[in-house]
Nanobody, 115 residues
């Protein structure tokens, strides 16, 4: 079983930065790819970024060059460094992983970017 817990959200002005954290709790084996998704009000949940256990990263076009995903396997942490934030980045941000047959989500952390 795996549990994911996000933190680090908040209110920031446009152009500012935030770092989100995702702590994962796993009883047995480590986890592989961890992804970040976001869901804005009245919109579908969308992919933001992902990082494999070995550090291979992928990004949505909308965040390339502004967001950086990283992980510390020793600390069971995954980070999303967000810079040059825009009002369009306002959303609830979730981390996600697939563990065995389970598609696991955290509870989310809210990010609000004011103009």
């Amino acid at each position: 079983q795996v549990q994911l817990v996000e933190s680090g959200g908040g209110l920031v002005q446009a152009g500012g930065s935030l770092r989100l954290s995702c702590t994962y709790f796993v009883k047995m084996f480590g986890i592989n790819t961890v992804s970040w998704y976001r869901q804005a009000p009245a919109k579908e949940r969308e992919f933001v970024a992902s990082i494999s256990r070995g550090g291979i990263t992928k990004y949505a076009d909308s965040v390339k060059g502004r967001f950086t995903v990283s992980r510390d396997n020793a600390k069971n942490m995954v980070y999303l460094q967000m810079s040059t934030l825009k009002p369009d980045d306002t959303a609830d941000y979730y981390c996600n992983t697939v563990y065995g047959l389970d598609n696991v989500w955290g509870q989310g952390t809210q990010v609000t970017v004011s103009s």
